[in-house]
């Protein structure tokens, strides 16, 4: 039996049968059926707008899965080079595969001169490096301007493979303007979180190499930011990539929705709440504070995972290897101290609010040496392989432009009088 819902309209003791299709209604079926009724839904809580092979999240029960892949199995033993071609191929690469896919976004990792020099040099000296980089983003449609053939297979491929190499290069040269510092090539022979760390911080020293410890959490950090679905800045991909605009641009819509603090800004929330906690004997004091309604606590609860953040667990385990390495970030006592107390404690239990992957993250961060302006970049890097996945998939399925409905509440039909008799 196809499953269905029936519904009666009132109006007119109509009994119409809806069609469940995936465990929820198609709006074509439904636009047919009851025509004129539509749906209210800010934020699009109830709303799917795409089919998506990408990236499965089962929020109740904590999983995500890239490509049917366990995130911890990636995590564990991939590397987000590989990560990246998964999502954006859908199948794990052969050795030959790799080994082109690594040559081919190291050898793109450079940037044209003048987007440095004429463009990324003309900011004021305090420019904000996440204000830069969707500036940055944006100004490379205009260095390739073949990128707006998104349908020539071969145009395609290379703007990806551009973006996935240029956004370490872009995010590094944002923070070293910011801080006053040179302008760091590319080394192609590192690694690609290695390379980034040497662009952020290599001095006089011929060669940078970073720890590898710290260069392989940096690598874990990048598999579990590269794509968590249908979230705002992979949203925002869509809509911008729906009107068929070339990918930069798309990109760059991308990277603004990722900027807003509600999105890429968690970890530094979390940075600012445990600084102002500042010592455990501060902790149980915060807790009550906000169990009375005063704030929240930052990192905890999730719109979709309602059991722990399964990217948070395995942070945990990173956020010990690189505390090796650089010894412990004072303020993890605190956040250890804090996680404790939240899960002993109904408020919070009862809420269902566990740590999120932004709990740790920030900790990691400040732990290998990066400013906190630095962390939504650092989130956008890996992403950019989840936004063009998400890209290419749209481009191949659908044609429609997105154009929500809206519910207007405005004013009723008033007539123009000139401004003298206003
Ligand atoms: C992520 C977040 C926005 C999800 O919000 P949501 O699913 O819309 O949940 P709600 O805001 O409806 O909260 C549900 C209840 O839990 C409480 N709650 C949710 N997150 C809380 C938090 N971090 N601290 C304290 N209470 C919290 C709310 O006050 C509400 O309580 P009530 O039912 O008594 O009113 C929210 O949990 C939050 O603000 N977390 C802190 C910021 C953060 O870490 N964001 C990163 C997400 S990756």
């Given at each position: 039996m196809p499953e269905s819902i029936t519904i009666t309209d009132n109006r007119n003791g109509q009994t119409v049968e809806i069609p469940i299709e995936n465990g929820g209604v198609a709006a074509s079926a439904w636009s047919k059926l009851l025509p004129g009724i539509w749906f209210y839904d800010p934020g699009f809580t109830s709303t799917a707008a795409c089919e998506s092979g990408v990236t499965f999240l089962d929020g109740e029960a904590g999983i995500l899965r890239y490509r049917g892949y366990p995130i911890e199995e990636l995590a564990e033993r991939s590397s987000y080079l590989e990560v990246a071609y998964l999502l954006l191929k859908g199948e794990l690469p052969t050795p030959a595969q790799f080994e082109e896919w690594r040559r081919e976004i190291t050898h793109h990792t450079f940037i044209h001169e003048n987007l440095r020099k004429r463009f990324l040099e003309g900011f004021h000296y305090d420019a904000h490096p996440m204000g830069m980089l969707v500036s940055a983003v944006a100004a490379l449609s205009t260095f390739y301007p073949e990128a707006k053939n998104i349908f020539d297979p071969e145009s395609r491929e290379k703007q990806i493979i551009r973006l996935i190499a240029k956004m370490p290069t872009l995010a590094a040269a944002a923070h070293r303007f910011y801080v006053g510092m040179p302008f760091v090539y590319p080394?192609?022979?590192?690694g690609f979180a290695a390379n980034f760390l040497s662009m952020m911080w290599k001095i006089a020293e011929p060669r940078f190499d970073a720890n590898p410890a710290l260069a392989h959490a940096l690598d874990v950090l990048f598999i579990l930011h590269a794509d968590h679905e249908q979230n705002c800045s992979t949203t925002a991909m869509r809509v911008v990539g729906s009107s068929h605009a070339d990918p930069y641009s798309a990109c760059a819509a991308a990277c603004s929705a990722l900027y807003g603090p509600r999105h890429g800004g968690a970890n530094e929330a979390v940075i600012r709440m445990l600084t102002d906690i500042g010592s455990i004997d501060h902790v149980d004091d915060f807790v009550a504070a906000v169990k009375r309604g005063e704030g929240r606590l930052q990192g905890f609860g999730h719109r979709v995972y309602k059991n722990y953040d399964p990217r948070a667990r395995i942070i945990n385990r990173t956020a010990d290897e690189v505390f090796e390495v650089t010894g412990k970030n004072p303020l993890l006592d605190i956040a250890l101290k804090l996680e404790e107390r939240a899960l002993s404690d109904e408020y919070f239990t009862s809420r269902r609010l566990y740590p999120n992957v932004d709990f740790y993250s920030g900790l990691i961060y400040q732990a290998i040496g990066f400013p906190i302006d630095m962390f939504p970049a650092l989130f956008a890097i890996p992403r950019t392989s989840g936004w063009l996945a998400h890209w290419v998939e749209l481009l191949d399925q659908e044609s429609k432009i997105a154009r929500p409905r809206q519910l207007y509440a405005g004013e009723a039909e008033r007539h123009y009088t000139p401004i003298g008799d206003r």
């Open positions: 080394d192609n022979s590192l």
